[in-house]
């Protein structure tokens, strides 16, 4: 079992940054591949990012346009998701989820955590 802790959300202007955490409890965190993902009011949930596990290989969704930076922290336990120059659109709860396989934590991934809240005002 992983227990995933996501930190770091909260209400930014237009233009600000945030860096989101993903704490896991994993014994062997650095095999497991890491994503975010992220769910606006009314919509359905969609992946941002993903970070592998032994091979660090990145993957952004394409409205990224590389804004965002994914990145892990073996010893730390800890994937972080650093986003800049967010936008209104970019409201929603992300969340972060772990998989042995970075292709299928994209879609189906074995454990989630229970989000952070992001919230960018106009």
């Known amino acids: 079992q992983v227990r995933l802790v996501e930190s770091g959300g909260g209400l930014v202007q237009t233009g600000d940054s945030l860096r989101l955490s993903c704490l896991a409890s994993a014994r062997t965190f650095s095999t497991y591949a890491v994503a975010w993902f992220r769910q606006a009011p009314g919509k359905e949930r969609e992946f941002v990012a993903v970070i592998g596990g032994s091979t660090n290989r990145l993957e952004y969704a394409h409205f990224v346009n590389g804004r965002f930076e994914i990145s892990r922290d073996n010893p730390k336990k800890t994937v972080y998701l650093r986003m800049d120059n967010l936008k209104p659109e970019d409201t929603a709860v992300y969340y972060c989820?772990?998989?042995?396989?970075?292709?299928?934590?994209?879609?189906?991934?074995?454990?989630w955590g229970q989000g952070t809240q992001v919230t960018v005002s106009s």
């Open positions: 989820a772990a998989g042995l396989s970075l292709v299928v934590v994209q879609s189906t991934p074995d454990y």
